[in-house]
């Protein structure tokens, strides 16, 4: 098993950036299928973005060109770096480790809320 936590969320303007962290407390070299996820109030959780195998990662089509992720695998850590945000994109974002036959691991989320 692992855990994760998340951080780096918290309130910006529109237009602004903020890069999430989530920080895995073994080594995340063999999990391949990390990703964010984020829950706006009201609303089903949805995929943001995740690896789908080393480095290849698909998004959402709403954040393409905006939201990068990435992993640092000696830091057990990884990363999504968010660009242009939208009040849209205002939701608690969790992180996530597909482990397989080990399950579906997520953190506790970090809150990003976007307004001016």
């Known amino acids: 098993q692992v855990q994760l936590v998340e951080s780096g969320g918290g309130l910006v303007q529109p237009g602004g950036s903020l890069r999430l962290s989530c920080a895995a407390s073994?080594?995340?070299?063999?999990?391949?299928?990390m990703g964010w996820y984020r829950q706006a109030p009201g609303k089903q959780r949805e995929l943001v973005a995740r690896?789908?195998?080393?480095?290849?990662?698909t998004y959402a089509d709403s954040v393409k060109g905006r939201f990068t992720i990435s992993r640092d695998n000696a830091k057990n850590t990884v990363y999504l770096q968010m660009n242009s945000l939208k009040p849209e994109d205002t939701a608690v974002y969790y992180c996530?480790?597909?482990?397989?036959?080990?399950?579906?691991?997520w953190g506790q989320g970090t809150q990003v809320t976007v307004s001016s």
């Open positions: 996530n480790a597909d482990l397989g036959p080990g399950g579906v691991t």
């Open positions: 073994r080594s995340i070299f063999s999990i391949n299928r």
């Open positions: 690896f789908i195998s080393g480095t290849l990662a």
